[in-house]
């Protein structure tokens, strides 16, 4: 244990901890691990208990580990942050069924409460802002403010005139503020899900992913990017972390791009577009269809399969960009000698997907979210013991729950200041106008809606957790689209769509920043490139609205003439962004290609046909331009010899 606490430097921190904050970081890190397990499996808490405790921990976590200085007075300040929001926990957890039973009309707050509810409110605003950035305590503060002052607006704008007490209420102690949705689901299955990627990476899991992506493509063309791709989507299903999925596998894959001869912006800006899709990559999407479950209580299942297509046709695409590319620079094959047999790889790790088996297992048999997730930690280290190498012994087993705890941290406090914001729309009722301001702004038509409604999840996205972006956004903008007629599944797949996609949306993209910064590439011009290649990933939610048999809704006709044509689309559009399909593409090809992935994708026999046909188009006028090529080359080589003769 002493190694453990010693060895606790943490890279991506500006200073490294000293020795008192390493062994409350992992002391902290380690009792919030084991809670959580305890939590969802022997103990039966009350909720408000539970999300008291978890944000409690996490709030000391954040303070212990997130430094803004050194100097003493800050310092200081960390510690008495530390204290207070353990103290602020015990109080909420000794009162958690006054809290979650009381009347605020005839039981108006303590002084006590008063004083806590502030501590919570205070502390998750500046760990807020010391793991996410200032723009969410920014819109914090607005949705804060707007219940305290909103009252001296007129019109929809207006409301009722509310106490700083009361306000506080809302925040503190009500369901629509810290303890609502948000900080509901991370303190439950979503971390569950982030230990268990924890534990499933500390038993190997990664490096077994990676080994298994090489041997799959490490033998085609450019083959060195397209593992970077497949060994992503494996990781960010697991991990639900764009940023995390860039800086673990991109260590890797991008170094290994690069030499193979792609562009270094190139090569960052494919790690950054297959990290972040995997978030949308079905059985596990990042915890982003646990998420949906608990929001519209559809089955997590049913959110599974309508979900299949629509990843499938992203990486598909994101696949096809990286092979044309390979082909337009002409990139050489990896010798046989250095990619690993795909017998090989399963031979030594096919054991690494039974922990998935049972999560899916446990998940279709209608166990919670939050068990499953346990069963999935106890598979894993079961699993780990077929080899002796990773083997999962006491210090393994702790350095999981520490980097389970530590990845929390960020969803924890992102979910904490999205409830402040929720608390001061829902206690106001400018939730319920919101969807009445949308359907103005838009007069009611569809497509503008959608457009607005992208933007908004975007912008809410930037440098915030799939998590709190998500939930936010699913609370203001989703029954605008249900009103307008649009099925609840694809509304809220829509939203965490763009809220997934904003990690690679300049100009705050922290995915496509994080693989600027390994590949040494200029971080803007790998964020255009990554919303290149992952272009189709803001196609499809508009695709899947309009065609519901995307999400496997519909006859099986319908269904596999519509995933078809969409595969054949996206391929062609990956062409023509690339400008190479059967050799390298002219302007006219471009756009034509560029043309039949969008007819290809847009539902309709119409469409389709129209796409047929250009498709006919281009490679007649490749296969001429080929011909003449070759016939040149060919007068070129008889010249030579003539003329030796």
């Known amino acids: 244990m002493k190694k453990i606490f010693t060895g606790i430097i943490l890279a991506e921190e500006k200073h490294n901890l000293t020795k008192l904050r390493s062994q409350l970081f992992v002391c902290i890190a380690i009792i919030l691990s084991l809670f959580q397990i305890w939590s969802v499996t022997w103990g039966k808490l009350n909720p408000m208990n539970q999300m008291a405790i978890h944000l409690a921990l996490i709030l000391g976590l954040t303070f212990l580990i997130k430094r803004t200085a050194k100097s003493k007075a800050v310092v200081f300040f960390d510690y008495v942050a530390v204290l207070l929001a353990l103290a602020a926990g015990v109080y909420y957890s000794l009162h958690a069924e006054r809290i979650a039973v009381r009347i605020p009309i005839m039981e108006p707050l303590t002084s006590a409460d008063i004083f806590f509810g502030l501590v919570f409110v205070l502390l998750s605003l500046e760990a807020a802002r010391r793991t996410i950035g200032l723009p969410i305590v920014i819109i914090a503060l607005i949705g804060i403010g707007y219940a305290q002052w909103g009252h001296f607006f007129e ?76 060994a992503s989507a494996f990781f960010g299903s697991i991990s639900g972390s764009p940023t995390a999925n860039v800086v673990t596998t991109g260590a890797f894959t991008i170094p290994v791009s690069k030499k193979t001869g792609y562009k270094p912006t190139f090569a960052a800006a494919v790690e950054a577009a297959a990290s972040t899709g995997g978030s949308i990559l079905p059985p596990i999407m990042g915890s982003s269809a646990f998420l949906m479950a608990a929001v519209t209580q559809l089955p997590y299942e049913a959110i599974v399969l309508a979900a299949i ?90 350095a999981a729950m520490i980097d389970g705890a530590k990845s929390a941290i960020p969803v924890t406090t992102a979910c904490a200041a999205a409830g ?80 997934i996609f904003s990690a690679i949306t300049p100009p705050v993209a922290v995915a496509a920043f994080a693989a600027a910064g390994i590949a040494n590439a200029n971080p803007n011009r790998v964020g255009i490139e990554a919303v290149r290649l992952g272009l189709v990933g803001f196609i499809v939610p508009f695709l899947f609205v309009f065609e519901p048999s995307l999400l496997l809704n519909g006859s099986l006709g319908a269904i596999l003439t519509s995933v078809l044509s ?40 119409i469409s389709d046909l129209v796409g047929i046909g250009f498709i006919g188009v281009v490679v007649l006028l490749q296969c001429r331009r080929s011909r003449r090529a070759s016939n040149v080359h060919k007068k070129q080589v008889l010249e030579k010899v003539y003329n030796r003769m």
């Open 420 to 499: 402040l914001v929720i608390a001061g729309i829902m206690s106001t009722g400018l939730g319920g106008k919101l969807t009445s301001i949308v359907l103005g702004l838009t007069e009611g038509m569809l497509l503008p809606t959608l457009l607005l409604i992208m933007v908004i999840c975007i912008i809410l996205g930037m440098g915030m957790p799939v998590a709190a972006a998500y939930i936010l956004t699913a609370m203001l903008a989703a029954p605008a689209l249900i009103e307008l007629g649009v099925p609840i599944m694809a509304a809220h797949l829509f939203i965490v769509y763009f809220s």
């Open 155 to 230: 019109g929809m704008l207006g409301h009722r005139p509310f106490t700083t007490v009361e306000v506080l209420d809302d925040l503190a102690f009500s369901l629509n503020g810290l303890w609502g949705a948000p900080i509901s689901v991370a303190a439950s299955f979503v971390f569950m899900f982030i230990l268990f990627g924890a534990f499933l990476n500390k038993a190997g899991a990664g490096e077994f992913f990676f080994l298994l992506s090489t041997a799959i493509a490490g033998r085609t063309k450019g083959g060195a990017a397209k593992v970077a791709v497949l």
């Open 309 to 398: 297509v629509p990843g499938i046709l992203y990486y598909v695409s994101l696949l096809a960009m990286v092979h044309f590319e390979a082909l337009r620079l002409d990139l050489p094959r990896a010798s046989k000698d250095s990619i690993p047999k795909i017998s090989a790889v399963l031979k030594d790790g096919w054991h690494y997907f039974v922990p998935l088996v049972v999560l899916i297992t446990f998940l279709l048999a209608g166990a919670s979210a939050s068990r499953t997730g346990f069963y999935g930690i106890i598979s894993v280290i079961l699993i780990s013991f077929f080899r002796k190498n990773t083997r999962m012994g006491w210090k393994r087993i702790t």
């Open 566 to 605: 969409a595969l054949l689309g996206v391929v062609m559009l990956a062409a023509g962004l690339i400008g190479w399909l059967i050799r390298k593409a002219s302007m006219l090809e471009r756009m034509l290609l560029i043309s039949i992935g969008f007819f290809m994708m847009y539902p309709g026999v």
